[in-house]
């Protein structure tokens, strides 16, 4: 995740600062929202492009991971579309990562995560982007 930029949305303030120090260790930045509501804010705040993709828990206070995703993907801005969404959850259901998909996300992560592998996957839907971008 070297020069990635990351917003995360996360409740959990215990949650959010072990999963930043580990992505900071893997070389990204992080912002971390405490809601869905404020990861919408953060995301129209910068500018287009600004976050290479979005670690968003579903189950949060104000707006839901889920919701927060659909509020992006229907945003007026062409990286709203594109932007990669991915969904951590402590539900690890079939039935969860099919709601997840279906609110606009690209992937559904059961909590605790592996970063490895999240690193491993994110990091297939990265260059497969930078090839269609590059390519």
Do not use: W
């Not at 670690?55 to 991971?65: A, C, H, N, T």
């Not at 259901?93 to 491993?120: I, T």
């Not at 994110?122 to 971008?133: M, N």
């Amino acid at each position: 995740f070297r020069g990635c930029r990351i917003l995360m949305a996360e409740d959990n303030e215990i949650n959010a600062m072990i999963a930043v120090e580990i992505l900071e260790e893997m070389g990204a930045e992080v912002d971390v929202a405490g809601n869905g509501q404020i990861a919408v804010e953060m995301f129209t705040s910068h500018p287009v492009n600004y976050y290479d993709f979005i670690l968003m828990d579903v189950q949060m206070p104000v707006m839901d991971g889920r919701d927060a995703a659909r509020a992006i993907r229907k945003l007026n801005r062409p990286d709203a579309s594109e932007i990669l969404i991915f969904a951590l959850s402590a539900d690890a259901f079939v039935e969860d990562e099919r709601k997840s998909l279906e609110s606009g996300m690209n992937g559904h992560y059961a909590k605790p995560v592996d970063f490895v592998a999240l690193q491993k996957n994110v990091g297939a839907f990265l260059q497969e982007r930078k090839g269609v971008v590059n390519g």
